[in-house]
């Protein structure tokens, strides 16, 4: 299986403050089709995931453009340019190139 | 409106075998997939199994052996079924589309 590794596991920031998470693959994530599907999700605290950004750096409708994926085979990045209290929760990266599909451990940002 | 809602029963008792339903609108089975993903209390993500558009399903190696999903596209549902729970199968359940997901259905094993 492939192993997603997300670092770091927590981010303490103000508001307004940009940030970055990685994400790394053991295996390329680049797919037969040539396309990388690398996903980032946010889970606000008592709700369900949302994803955010699809094929590394698309963003899904309504999501803010202070969000921004990059990257490409096994080494990926989310970045949140000046965070609001609604970025506040856990993030994940998530693989969609290989079976079965694999999560990273999480990246918990907190308010400072 | 896309919609995914899992219904099943909140409390199944160890070695016994879990029925979940998703029952999903707004869009249709036969041209998208529907993934299953648990998340113990406190703890990730883990990606259990999907059923793809036609009808074929993978599985996470760790849950095969146990692990059935199924579907009614009559009924617009998703199902998944999973036998000898354990303890360790206290989490909730989600089912998704990808972009959607359901509120999640909590489950705990217990006697």
């Known amino acids: 299986d492939v192993v997603m590794t997300q670092t770091p596991p927590s981010l303490s920031v103000a508001i307004g403050q940009s940030v970055s998470i990685s994400c790394k693959s053991s295996q390329s994530l680049v797919a037969s089709d040539k396309n990388t599907y690398l996903n980032w999700l946010l889970q606000s605290p008592g709700r369900s995931p949302k994803r955010l950004i699809y094929?590394?750096?698309k963003l899904d409708s309504g999501v803010p453009d202070r969000f921004s994926g990059s990257g490409s085979e096994k080494d990926f990045t989310l970045k949140i340019s000046r965070v609001e209290a609604e970025d506040l929760g856990v993030y994940y990266c998530?693989?969609?190139?290989?079976?079965?599909?694999?999560f990273g451990g999480g990246t918990k940002l907190e308010l400072k | 409106q896309v919609q995914l809602k899992e219904s099943g029963p909140g409390l199944v008792q160890p070695s016994q075998t879990l029925s979940l339903t998703c029952t999903v609108s707004g869009f249709s089975l036969t041209s998208n997939s529907v993934s299953w993903v648990r998340q113990p209390p406190g703890k990730g993500l883990e990606w259990m199994g999907a059923?793809?558009?036609?009808?074929?399903?993978d599985y996470n190696s760790a849950l095969k052996s146990r692990l059935s999903i199924s579907r009614d596209t009559s009924k617009s549902q998703v199902f998944l079924k999973m036998n000898s729970l354990q303890t360790e199968d206290t989490a909730i359940y989600f089912c998704?589309?990808?972009?959607?997901w359901g509120q999640g259905v909590m489950v705990t094993v217990s006697s």
């Open positions: 998530l693989q969609g190139t290989h079976l079965p599909r694999t």
């Open positions: 094929q590394v750096s």
């Open positions: 998704t589309r990808g972009a959607d």
């Open positions: 059923i793809w558009s036609g009808g074929s399903t």
